[in-house]
């Protein structure tokens, strides 16, 4: 479902940011609704993330009973499988619930 696109200047270290504010999924303990923004930052190598295809993929989880530490993990993952990038970091900063918000932070190194 993820598409990429040849990086034109792969000789070059520079820093990409894509900000994801309407990412959505639902808790599997109470099957409410939770609702995010992710925040991608990687240093592309040879490909860079096609964005219309990164947002079919996030929408997939629209209605899947996640927590917020297995679906950082596995977008990061899927993300690194993807490019083979030098570096990336997501952060997912989930808005309140019951008055506590939760960030998740995952990093990869090449």
Known sequence: MLET???LFPQRDYLIEIVCPEFTSVCPKTGQPDFGTLTFRYVPDKLCVELKSLKLYLQQFRNQG????NITNRILDDMVALLSPRSMTLTA??????GISTTVTVEYKK
């Open 66 to 69: 996640i927590f917020y530490e």
């Open 5 to 7: 696109f040849e990086n």
């Open 93 to 98: 900063s989930f808005t309140p619930r019951g």
